[in-house]
């Protein structure tokens, strides 16, 4: 089993920063890919960026390509998510997921981030 707490949400002023934190714990081995995904209120959730476990091989969004930077710590089993030049558009409850055996099957209970103008 994985259990995984995001923190760092919150609300900043439209091209501000934030850093948003996943920890996880138990059976951190497991998973092959850990995610970030966001959702807002009536719309679809949707695939944020990814980081692979062994090859550190990132992927993102391109709504936030060069903006969004994943990343993680595996002496403390926390992924990030450092979010700079934050629009409107960013506004969500963001989750972070882990993937087993390519499907993301664990995920955290979100971690809202709200981007004013």
């Known amino acids: 089993q994985v259990q995984l707490v995001e923190s760092g949400g919150g609300l900043v002023q439209a091209g501000g920063s934030l850093r948003l934190s996943c920890a996880a714990s138990g059976r951190t081995f497991s998973y092959s890919n850990m995610g970030w995904f966001r959702q807002a209120p009536g719309k679809e959730r949707e695939f944020v960026a990814a980081?692979?476990?062994?090859?550190?091989?990132?992927t993102y969004a391109d709504s936030v390509k060069g903006r969004f930077t994943i990343s993680r710590d595996n002496a403390k089993n926390t992924v990030y998510l450092q979010m700079n030049s934050l629009k409107p558009e960013d506004t969500a409850l963001y989750y972070c997921?882990?993937?087993?055996?390519?499907?993301?099957?664990?995920w955290g209970q979100g971690t809202q981030v709200t981007v004013s103008s």
């Open positions: 997921a882990a993937a087993v055996l390519g499907t993301y099957t664990y």
């Open positions: 980081i692979r476990r062994g090859s550190d091989v990132t």
